[in-house]
């Protein structure tokens, strides 16, 4: 299981840190990535980790504002976004990945496994 927290209303060129809590499995044996779904559009993932940790992949809207990191002791996966821009609004998904891999630009949706959770909103707006 996943569950998503840590979404908030922020200005913009603000900052704001998502975790992931996971159970379940460990997250050496799973990828997992961060999705978004902004208001009537289609979920993208913004970025990935392998189960390794030995690579990260980030979307190219985020690249260089958005970092991911784990921590394996407490099982949580982080998304800690920068500089952020009114168009990162949505709600955030994290889910198991396969691949963890980028395609045009971003990492497609079908990459994600399993049910989606609730997501965490965020709302970047002056």
């Known amino acids: 299981q996943l569950v998503e927290s840590g979404g908030g209303l922020v200005q913009p060129g603000g900052s704001l840190r998502l975790s992931c809590a996971v159970t379940g499995f460990t997250l050496d044996q799973r990828a997992i990535g961060w999705y978004r779904q902004a208001p009537g559009k289609e979920r993208e993932g913004v970025s990935c980790?392998?189960?390794?940790?030995?690579?990260?992949i980030y979307a190219d809207s985020v690249d260089g504002r958005f970092t991911l990191s784990r921590d394996k002791d407490n099982q949580l996966v982080y998304l800690q976004m920068d500089n952020l821009k009114p168009e990162d609004t949505g709600t955030y998904y994290c889910a198991l990945t396969d691949p963890c891999a980028k395609k045009g630009g971003t990492i497609p949706q079908l990459y994600a496994m399993g049910d989606w959770g609730k997501g965490t909103p965020v709302t970047v707006s002056s």
């Open positions: 980790v392998s189960g390794t940790g030995g690579w990260i």
